[in-house]
């Protein structure tokens, strides 16, 4: 069963370039035909689906967020990287890195603020 990490700054200033990585362990993801995902929880909001990177590099975006936001992998170390350009406080949530691998996994998820 793969596991995933995220990791990042907890907190971002206004403005700023928000880069998360999404570390993955006991598979590669690179491998048929999984997709790699990255979803967001505000506080007191629902999930917000954000971006996706497939096994071969394809990527999707969420159209309310494509406009600020970047996904891309480093196979040779397994990870998945999320940048959000741009931030605003409305940017302050709990961010998940997922994967369709096994039917579904999700990391436990980093929580990130932006404030001056």
């Known amino acids: 069963q793969v596991q995933l990490q995220e990791s990042g700054p907890g907190l971002v200033k206004p403005s700023q370039t928000l880069s998360l990585t999404c570390t993955v362990s006991g598979g590669s993801i690179s491998t048929k035909y999984y997709y790699w995902i990255w979803i967001r929880q505000p506080p007191g909001k629902g999930l917000e689906w954000m971006t996706a990177i497939a096994w071969s590099g394809t990527t999707y975006y969420s159209p309310s967020l494509k406009s600020r936001t970047s996904i891309s992998r480093d196979t040779s170390k397994n990870q998945i990287n999320l940048q959000l350009n741009s931030v605003t406080p409305e940017d302050t949530a709990v961010y998940y890195c997922?994967?369709?691998w096994g039917g579904g996994s999700w990391g436990q998820g980093t929580q990130v603020t932006v404030s001056s």
């Open positions: 997922a994967t369709t």
